[in-house]
Nanobody, 128 residues
Framework: VQLQASGGGLVQAGDSLRLSCAAS????????MGWFRQAPGKERQFVAA????????YYTDSVKGRFTISRDNAKNTVYLQMNSLKLEDTAVYYC??????????????????????WGQGTQVTVSS
């Protein structure tokens, strides 16, 4: 699976942005997909994950109610809709694929170790 993230940019606090992650490879439709972010000087942090058919999702507490992860398996794409953006959302956002796991459990999918494929990252900068 190859992943290509896009959609980042410079926005003001309160604005919205939608990230996309286009995937290639036959295993996308069965893969757990996740979004992570990494701010300068900080570790990569879990943001959201979605199971293979989009029916189950997890979010980190700081984005609940503001961000929505979704996927379109017909387009091999996963999305992260980000609303009400805050300064602290500024980071490089990465999409990731877990192509081997069948079980969708929060304690597992929130870890970077669960994922075997990563996109290149897209910068999101929120200004005041």
């Amino acid at each position: 699976v190859q992943l290509q993230a896009s959609g980042g940019g410079l926005v003001q606090a309160g604005d919205s942005l939608r990230l996309s992650c286009a995937a290639s490879g036959r295993t996308f439709s069965s893969a757990i997909m996740g979004w992570f972010r990494q701010a300068p000087g900080k570790e990569r942090q879990f943001v959201a994950a979605v199971n293979w058919n989009g029916g189950s999702t997890y979010y980190t507490d700081s984005v609940k109610g503001r961000f929505t992860i979704s996927r379109d398996n017909a387009k091999n794409t996963v999305y992260l809709q980000m609303n009400s953006l805050k300064l602290e959302d500024t980071a490089v956002y990465y999409c990731a694929a877990d192509s081997a796991r069948a079980n969708f459990h929060f304690t597992v999918v929130k870890s970077t170790l669960a994922y075997d494929y990563w996109g290149q990252g897209t910068q999101v900068t929120v200004s005041s």
